[in-house]
């Protein structure tokens, strides 16, 4: 198929061309694609080198499949272009997850819900991601009632800039900054932008996408988005109050069971998810799962995965892969 990257210059693009090249995506022409200050520059897969193009260079070369990963406002200029054209656009920005005619896709959880005619499918926020796929077996077979979510996420959930915001600070340097403080021996209870209520933009969309992707307006959520000087890898502390009583054996079991789900939960041997041992994996791993007695049918969870690979550029790779396994492009 020819397929293009809208952005693969950049950090979660590059991860895209990894998690292809890793996946044996069938790509027969791979189109580069990224702005106009980088046209011209080379990236690699599979070996060879290809020339970073322009968008509009990009429709004329008749993609099949664009994966975007450019930033809102370009996807929201030329992801429409590119459908226009014939092209399924997999789109990892904010710009599509609250419009109503637009899919937001985890396969696993909702891959369902995709209909042939869908030209554009929204990515959604790395955090909602590991999220829904912990909690989705436990709502389907208990009903989650409320959620309270607190996340602590990396710095590069904020791009390059997060990175070298921390690694400059751990050297003693000055540079732009990600953040409105320090990141490095800090805690920042802040992602995204402070919206009227005080709570903010990374929160309101943990709360919307996370109802969207279970068809569900009944959960109560309540979140809390924290940036912690970690490189890779979002964690999550998640406590949820069920519909219904459960045994914990049966619950575990439906964990285990969920495909692209890892239950890493022995605490007699110090044995649960984090960052350290979660880095450049495609699985969601949780562990730390107990009861929570403070409620009837209360339960706690600790939740870790890579935020540049499940939470990004290996979920737009795996509806790109259910597309063509059930031939809907």
């Known amino acids: 198929m020819k397929v293009a990257v809208v952005g ?64 809102a406002s370009t996807s929201l200029k030329w992801a429409p272009k590119f459908a226009e054209a014939g092209c399924k656009v997999i789109d990892n920005s904010s710009a599509w997850r609250t419009n109503k005619n637009i ?11 995709i209909r042939k005619e869908d030209m554009i499918i929204a990515n959604p926020n790395c955090s909602t991601i590991q999220l829904v796929m912990a909690i989705f077996p436990i709502h389907r077979d208990y009903s989650i009632k409320r959620l309270i979510i607190s996340t602590y996420q990396s710095v590069s959930g904020s791009g390059i800039n997060g990175i070298q915001q921390l690694n400059d600070e751990r050297c003693g340097k000055n540079s732009k900054l990600a953040y409105p403080h320090c990141i490095d021996k800090n ?34 959520i309540s979140a809390t988005v924290v940036r912690v000087p970690v490189q890779d890898c979002h964690s999550e502390s998640v406590n949820l109050e069920l519909s219904k009583a459960f045994k914990m054996e049966q619950l575990i079991s439906s964990l285990n069971k969920m495909p692209g789900l890892i239950v890493k939960d022995e605490p007699e041997n110090n044995i649960y998810p984090m960052p350290a041992n979660c880095a450049d994996k495609d699985d969601v791993f949780v562990g730390r799962i107990r009861r929570d007695d ?30 063509l396994e059930h031939k809907l492009i």
């Open 294 to 323: 403070s409620i009837e049918s209360g339960l706690n969870l600790w939740i870790v995965a890579d935020n540049l690979r499940k939470g990004a550029a290996t979920n737009a790779v795996q509806i790109a892969q259910y597309l």
């Open 103 to 113: 899919q937001l896709i985890v396969p696993e959880v909702n891959g369902k819900a």
């Open 187 to 220: 805690v920042l209870p802040h992602g995204g932008d402070f919206l009227q209520d005080n709570y903010t933009s990374e929160e309101e969309k943990l709360k919307f996408e996370t109802r969207k992707i279970l068809n569900t307006q009944n959960i109560g």
């Open 8 to 71: 693969a210059t950049g950090l979660v693009g590059q991860v895209m061309l990894k998690v292809l090249e890793e996946r044996n995506f069938p790509v027969k022409e791979l189109i580069p694609v990224a702005s106009e200050r980088s046209i011209g520059k080379k990236v690699s897969f599979k070996g060879s080198e290809y020339s970073v193009i322009t968008a509009q260079q990009a429709i004329y070369k008749q993609p099949d499949i664009a994966l975007f990963s450019a930033g």
